[in-house]
C-alpha cells in the first residue's frame, strides 16, 4: 500500500493550491483520511479529515480558508487551501486509516509529505 501525494509548491500570501493524496495497493477498505502538517520545530499537527460518508473535522487554524474532500472511487483525498498565509508553511502529509485485502485489522498509512512554503 502507497499514499502518493502532491501538490505542494510556492505561493505567495493570500493564493491557493490544492494537494492531492492518491491511496494504491491492496486496498480492502479506506476509514479516515486526513492532512497533518509539520512546521519547521514544531510538532505534527492535524489540518483535516474527512470520512468514507463525508463528514469532517478541521483544525481552528485552517476553519474557512481550507476544505476537505475525497473520491471513495479513487481512494483520493484532497485539500483545497485558499487565502493562505506565511503561518501555513510546512511539510504537509496525508494519513489513510485502511484495511488491506486479507487483514483482519485497520492500520494508518502515511504519504511522503509534500512541502508547502507561503511567502509574505
Known amino acids: 500500500v502507497q499514499l502518493q501525494a502532491s501538490g505542494g509548491g510556492l505561493v505567495q500570501a493570500g493564493g491557493s493550491l490544492r494537494l492531492s493524496c492518491a491511496a494504491s495497493?491492496?486496498?480492502?477498505?479506506?476509514?479516515?483520511m486526513g492532512w497533518y502538517r509539520q512546521a519547521p520545530g514544531k510538532q505534527r499537527e492535524l489540518v483535516a479529515s474527512i470520512t468514507p460518508g463525508g463528514s469532517t473535522n478541521y483544525a481552528d487554524s485552517v476553519k474557512g480558508r481550507f476544505t476537505i474532500d475525497r473520491d471513495n472511487g479513487n481512494n483520493t483525498v484532497y485539500l483545497q487551501m485558499n487565502s493562505l498565509k506565511p503561518d501555513d508553511t510546512a511539510v504537509y502529509y496525508c494519513?489513510?486509516?485502511?484495511?488491506?485485502?486479507?487483514?483482519?485489522?485497520?492500520?494508518?498509512?502515511w504519504g511522503q509529505g509534500t512541502l508547502v512554503t507561503v511567502s509574505s
Open positions: 495497493g491492496s486496498i480492502f477498505s479506506l476509514n479516515v
Open positions: 494519513k489513510a486509516e485502511l484495511r488491506r485485502t486479507g487483514s483482519r485489522y485497520r492500520y494508518d498509512y
